[in-house]
């Protein structure tokens, strides 16, 4: 099994900063794609930013140079960087990963979920 399990939300004013992180754990073999998706209130899941393994990043047109994703030096971590946030971007975020993972002697594909961070824009 893969577990994602994302941090780094919290209540800050408009223009301000926070860093997201996410780390993937489990007999992970390979990692193809890190997501960011956010969700807010009455509203469908969105993707916010991507990054592949070979780092090739994907935004939104509503985040473009505000936020920044990477991958961490262990490649199961990524991060998301959001700058000049706006009440806007109050949502909770969940962190998408899909790749392999063994299982015994099978190597499986995943597609997995964290339980989500929440991020409050005020203004």
């Known amino acids: 099994q893969v577990h994602l399990v994302e941090s780094g939300g919290g209540l800050v004013q408009a223009g301000g900063s926070l860093r997201l992180s996410c780390e993937a754990s489990?007999?992970?073999?390979?990692?193809?794609?890190m997501d960011w998706y956010r969700q807010a209130p009455g509203k469908q899941r969105e993707l916010v930013a991507s990054?592949?393994?070979?780092?090739?990043?994907n935004y939104a047109d509503s985040v473009k140079g505000r936020f920044a994703i990477s991958r961490g030096n262990v490649k199961n971590r990524a991060y998301l960087q959001m700058n000049s946030l706006e009440p806007e971007d109050t949502a909770v975020y969940y962190c998408?990963?899909?790749?392999?993972?063994?299982?015994?002697?099978?190597?499986?594909?995943?597609?997995?979920w964290g339980q989500g961070t929440q991020v409050t824009v005020s203004s």
């Open positions: 998408h990963a899909d790749g392999q993972y063994v299982t015994g002697t099978i190597v499986k594909s995943f597609g997995s």
């Open positions: 489990g007999s992970i073999t390979s990692i193809n794609v």
């Open positions: 990054i592949t393994s070979g780092g090739a990043t």
